[in-house]
Each structure stands twice: as C-alpha cells, then as structure tokens.
C-alpha cells in the first residue's frame, strides 16, 4: 500500500485539507493524525472490518481494546448506555483535553473496537486537527497510539512513516505534538472512579471533580517482581522499550552520575555500545557511551514532550545499553515514570 502524507499547517488550517483523509476514513482506511497527546491511528469506530485493520496495522493483540475520539459531548450518549453524573462533570472541566473515560458501552460500538470489553474508552481531544478531522468526518474515531506495537509512541509524522509506512493509506503531518504522553485513563464504569492510566491530567487534577478517585493499584508498580495485573488491558504488554536494555538510575543526583559514568565505562570497555539518557543540566558530566539530553530537568513538560522521540533517537544509533536518570518527581513525575519504567521492563536501580 501506498502511504500518502499530507500536511497541515497549523496557521492555516482549511476544511478541503481533511476531504480526502476523510474519504479514507468514510471507506473503512486508516489515517494516522496528530492529536494534543501523541499521534493516533484512525479508523471508523463504529465499523467492526475498520477496528480490524488498526490491528493488523500496528501488529497489536486484538484483546486491547481503542479509545473512541470525539468531538462533541453528545457522542457520549451514543457511544455509553449510560452517562454518570461523573462522566458529565469530568468532562465540563477536562474536554476538550487528554483525559479518557471509561464507561458501559452501548450497543452500537463493536466488539472490534472495545477488544470484546462491555465498556468503553472515549475521548474528546483539544487538537485543532485532530477535532476537525472527527468533525468533517462525521464518524466516531477508533485510534490507538500511531506506533507498532510495542515501541515507544509517535509524537511526531515522522514517526509514524518510521513504524507504519506501506500499512496505512495516510498520514496527517501536524508537527510535533503538543503534550508527548498519551491520555489521562479514568475509569467511571464502576463504584469507585479509577485512574488506569496516568498522563498529563493528575490524580490531583481529577479530585477537583472526582474527590474519591483512587489509582488502579497497577499503575503505581516499580518493580518487576510485583504482578498486579493491570486493568487497562494495553498496559500489561511490554510497551515503549527501547531495542537496547534500559535501566533507570534513581537516588542522589551526583551518585546517580558516578555510577552511570562507572557502569558506562565498564560497559565501554567490554566494546558494547552505550547510551545515557540525560538532561540539559547534566549531559555534560557523563564521560562515556552517547549521551542524549531529554530536556532541561526543571521543566518536566518538556521531559514529557521529548521522551518518545530519546527512547526512539536510541534505537536509531543501534545502542545496546543504555542508562537513565529518574523522573520521579513534580507534577508529571508519575506520568513520566510509568513509561519509562516500562519502557526498562522496570529495571530501577536505586543508588545510594
Ligand atoms: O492520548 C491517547 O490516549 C492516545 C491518543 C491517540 O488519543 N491514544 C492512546 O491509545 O494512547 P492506546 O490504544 O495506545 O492506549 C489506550 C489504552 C490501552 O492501554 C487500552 O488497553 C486502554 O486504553 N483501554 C481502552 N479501552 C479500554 C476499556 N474499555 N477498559 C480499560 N482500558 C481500556
Ligand atoms: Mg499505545
């Protein structure tokens, strides 16, 4: 297949640049586009043959079920049988904006598209392309994360050319996304509202509207040996890694250099290719291996923003260990954490 990419200019967004990637998407295709988040891989919600090319596309397991995008808060009441005082109140205050609710499904969204789960994810996004796209469309949008299953996510089109060319009939070029995680998950379909996922909307955030939501205790898992099964089903899979091994160093920021630059170096010497994933304020320090700076630490938007496109710039330079620094702390330090820890198979040494 041949895959087209268009793009748009952000200061000058026009209706007919979405007429043929909503042609696409009225026949049942594929197009990846960007959203505030990451880049989605979009098809018909509704349409059951769609949801199945999404997963042919990415090579992603059929029981992990999409995240429905909308642009208007009546969809709602299409996609759920039934909108919970919650739901409404969350989305007043987080929609548009990268927050996913999970309620109980209606019966006009397939099984295809919820991976056979009586509820389902539903999203309104903030991105200026990505609601254009849902609204001239018409449709309900189905879209995972536009990467192949199991790397890092897209945040930029080229990106999405890297995992999905000759997959996919199009690709919406918008440039880099905004946020770089992907979506806040809250779960309003039981008793008790459950954060699945964590993402640029904290726990704190929700409790302005949500005052008993409480993690799903899978999403706070460090170490390996813990086996709480998580309750999204997609984050139970081997996600983000980058091809080489990756271990995260935590503790006292200058013993966490020492003992990268002494691992580093016995790696080196031993003639493996090393990389260290490192900010602006310490890339300087490391004496082996390529370093890579992710951003300034100070300004943990800009560590969220980058961390796909440094665990990709790895895989890139054919490296095959490579040791980070921990992002464990300020508001997104749980966000951030929770792909990198999984991008490590949770490998987190704490330094002392
Ligand atoms: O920011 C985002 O959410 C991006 C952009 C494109 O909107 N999308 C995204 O989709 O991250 P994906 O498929 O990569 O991640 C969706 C996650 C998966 O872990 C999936 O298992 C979970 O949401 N999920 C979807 N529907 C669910 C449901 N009914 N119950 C529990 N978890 C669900
Ligand atoms: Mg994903």
């Known amino acids: 297949?041949?895959?087209?990419?268009?793009?748009?200019?952000?200061?000058?967004?026009?209706?007919?640049?979405?007429?043929?990637?909503?042609?696409?998407?009225?026949?049942?295709?594929?197009?990846?586009?960007?959203?505030?988040?990451?880049?989605g891989l979009g098809a018909d919600a509704l349409s059951e043959s769609a949801a199945k090319k999404i997963y042919a596309a990415k090579g992603r397991p059929s029981d992990n079920p999409l995240i429905v995008h909308i642009a208007d808060i009546k969809a709602l009441y299409e996609l759920a049988s039934e909108v919970p005082e919650s739901a409404l109140k969350t989305a007043e205050k987080f929609w548009?904006?990268?927050?996913?609710?999970?309620?109980?499904?209606?019966?006009?969204v397939p099984d295809g598209t919820t991976g056979g789960l009586k509820t389902v994810a539903v999203r309104m996004p903030s991105d200026e392309i990505a609601r254009k796209l849902i609204a001239l469309s018409g449709l309900y949008i189905a879209a995972p994360s536009a990467n192949a299953s199991g790397r890092p996510s897209t945040t930029t089109a080229e990106h999405c050319v890297e995992d999905l060319s000759g997959k996919i009939e199009m690709i919406i070029d918008g440039g880099a996304v905004m946020i770089g995680i992907e979506s806040t998950i809250v779960d309003l379909s039981?008793?008790?509202?459950?954060?699945?996922?964590?993402?640029?909307?904290?726990?704190?955030?929700?409790?302005?509207?949500?005052?008993?939501?409480?993690?799903?205790p899978a999403v706070l898992k460090t170490k390996p040996s813990d086996n709480t099964v998580a309750r999204a089903p997609?984050?139970?899979?081997?996600?983000?890694?980058?091809?080489?091994?990756?271990?995260?160093?935590e503790g006292e920021p200058f013993a966490v250099i020492d003992r990268i630059n002494s691992e580093a170096?016995?790696?080196?010497?031993?003639?493996?290719?090393?990389?260290?994933?490192?900010?602006?304020?310490?890339?300087?320090?490391?004496?082996?291996?390529?370093?890579?700076?992710?951003?300034?630490?100070?300004?943990?938007?800009?560590?969220?923003?980058?961390?796909?496109?440094?665990?990709?710039?790895?895989?890139?330079?054919?490296?095959?260990?490579?040791?980070?620094?921990?992002?464990?702390?300020?508001?997104?330090?749980?966000?951030?954490?929770?792909?990198?820890?999984?991008?490590?198979?949770?490998?987190?040494?704490?330094?002392?």
């Open 1 to 39: 297949m041949n895959t087209s990419v268009i793009k748009i200019d952000r200061n000058n967004i026009k209706d007919e640049d979405f007429s043929e990637a909503c042609s696409v998407l009225k026949r049942g295709g594929l197009v990846a586009f960007p959203t505030e988040t990451v880049y």
């Open 96 to 108: 548009p904006g990268p927050l996913t609710m999970i309620l109980k499904k209606s019966e006009k």
């Open 190 to 216: 039981g008793d008790k509202p459950e954060i699945l996922r964590p993402g640029f909307i904290t726990i704190d955030d929700l409790k302005t509207v949500l005052p008993d939501v409480v993690y799903d």
């Open 234 to 249: 997609g984050m139970k899979y081997r996600h983000y890694a980058p091809k080489g091994e990756l271990t995260i160093f």
């Open 265 to 352: 170096k016995q790696r080196t010497e031993e003639g493996a290719k090393v990389g260290i994933l490192a900010t602006d304020e310490t890339r300087d320090k490391y004496l082996f291996g390529k370093v890579i700076s992710i951003g300034r630490r100070e300004n943990e938007e800009e560590i969220a923003a980058h961390l796909f496109a440094v665990l990709r710039s790895f895989d890139d330079e054919g490296l095959e260990y490579i040791y980070s620094e921990s992002f464990s702390h300020g508001r997104l330090g749980q966000s951030i954490m929770n792909r990198l820890l999984k991008a490590a198979g949770y490998k987190l040494l704490d330094v002392k």
